[in-house]
């Protein structure tokens, strides 16, 4: 029996033997201290860490550093290459901000990568990428402690070595980096203690996260503050906010500066960072990652020169079928093939998304929908204006997770699992894994968070 297993059945035995409704309701007392909701329900999560092997972390972390530098190499292609256009879509505000400089290295700074894995064979699935408003990095640091402090994870501690990932430790290092390298990059002295401004909308679902976001950074004796991004003021050198100089913005969404009702009010930080005057985190370019076609870029072999032989090998192993949804033929294993009809004749083996989404939404998993809905969903992607990728439906890994509903234990249920690789600067930084009862797994769709507890050797005893 592999250590992990023998981690998952001590943990069920412990927990079962404790109270699992009187631990439940000390970890949903200290997520409501941190107001861990998201459109006024509390994030769902279970009583339970998602356990993995520690030689898996370097698995992690080889796949997530080949895989961001790949979405670098896409991204730079976007903007050098003309014929990338049509395969990334970006058009109006965004594609006039994303294609301003952001004076310092990289276009692709914090993401997440999200992914299926298997343990039972170290088998990664790269599904999608958020390379443009990843959130949860608050309150999955904040998680880690709460769950550190559980009756049931203590004495599983005593038996084998517990870790976890802390996000908010390589994101401080990344944001005093990159505003480092801004200032480098404009020849200008940087100042001794930044103040960062950590934005989001003030009626945002992340909002608590980003609160946790700051106060873990005052915390450590930075200097940061939370704005909205219409607070802002800018006198064509400084960006301000109550009068005091912001030297670096972090922001959520770019809707929430390139769209109503933010867009119009968000002029200040909009002209700054058009005049260069803002070392601004996430990029407007970053969005360009974060697109269903740059898989498909990356698995199409039309396309392979972009990429070095250890990017590829990491991409022939960990990137599913994906391609752009086009009236056209592809080539699949040498052999030409009508796209449209590949799509209808194996429905049950596809999922479609739409190029640009998040959080879930439009996706269609063919296995679960009638030939009706699926033939309506091709006939969208296929209807200029709109833009959609097929993608291989990959076997969706399940663990099983206690569950607590109106205060009775009902006991350990299977839950789908989707975990999600963070990267900073192009590096791995650590994971977290929602799960779910059904295909579509988001936690704006209902996706309980828990954080990664990575398992080694049993403890010896003195």
Not at 378 to 392: F, I, M, R, S
Request: charged share 25%; with cysteine.
């Amino acid at each position: 029996m592999s250590l992990v297993n023998e981690a998952n059945e001590l943990f069920q035995k412990i927990l079962i033997e404790d109270d699992p409704v009187g631990q439940m309701k000390t970890l949903s007392l200290q997520m409501a201290k941190y107001d861990m909701t998201m459109r006024g329900k509390p994030i769902p999560t279970f009583l339970k860490p998602y356990f993995v092997s520690k030689e898996a972390k370097k698995l992690f972390k080889d796949a997530t550093n080949h895989i961001m530098s790949a979405i670098e190499k896409v991204a730079e292609a976007f903007f050098a290459d003309p014929k990338f256009k049509n395969l990334l879509e970006l058009q109006g505000l965004v594609e006039k901000y994303a294609r301003m400089n952001q004076i310092y290295p990289r276009r692709q700074i914090v993401t997440r990568l999200d992914a299926f894995y298997a343990p039972e064979t170290d088998q990664i699935k790269f599904i999608e990428f958020n390379c443009d408003s990843p959130s949860g990095m608050g309150w999955h640091d904040v998680m880690v402690d709460m769950f550190k402090e559980l009756n049931s994870i203590k004495n599983l501690s005593e038996i084998f070595l517990l870790e976890a990932d802390k996000f908010l430790d390589t994101h401080t290092r990344m944001l005093l980096k990159k505003y480092h390298q801004f200032c480098a990059a404009k020849n200008e002295k940087p100042v001794a203690n930044p103040l960062f401004a950590i934005v989001c909308a003030r009626e945002s679902t992340i909002y608590s996260d980003v609160q946790v976001i700051v106060e873990t950074l005052n915390k450590k004796g930075y200097r940061a503050i939370y704005a909205d991004p219409r607070d802002f003021e800018y006198d064509g050198k400084k960006v301000t906010k109550d009068g005091k100089e912001i030297h670096l913005i972090y922001r959520d969404a770019i809707q929430e500066f390139l769209e109503e009702p933010y867009y119009g009010h968000t002029d200040a930080v909009l002209k700054a960072y058009e005049d260069g005057n803002i070392c601004f985190i996430n990029p407007f370019c970053s969005r360009v990652g974060g697109l269903k076609s740059v898989l498909a870029i990356m698995n199409d072999p039309e396309f392979s020169y972009l990429f070095i032989e250890e990017e590829l090998d990491v991409i022939r192993k960990y990137i599913p079928f994906t391609r752009l949804i086009r009236d056209m033929e592809i080539k699949i294993n040498n052999e030409k093939i009508y796209l449209p009809d590949f799509i209808r004749e194996n429905k049950n083996t596809l999922v479609l998304k739409p190029n640009s989404g998040y959080g879930g939404h439009g996706v269609v998993v063919g296995a679960t929908v009638s030939d009706e809905e699926w033939e309506a969903t091709l006939k969208k992607a296929l209807t200029p204006g709109n833009n959609y990728v097929v993608q291989e439906m990959v076997p969706i890994p399940c663990d099983y997770f206690p569950v607590v509903e109106d205060e009775k234990f009902l006991g350990f249920y299977p839950k789908n699992v989707n975990i999600n690789f963070w990267a900073y600067d192009g590096e791995f930084g650590g994971a977290y894994v929602r799960a779910s009862s059904g295909a579509i797994i988001n936690v704006h769709q209902g996706g309980g968070m828990v954080p990664v507890f990575y398992v080694d050797k049993k403890q010896e005893k003195i």
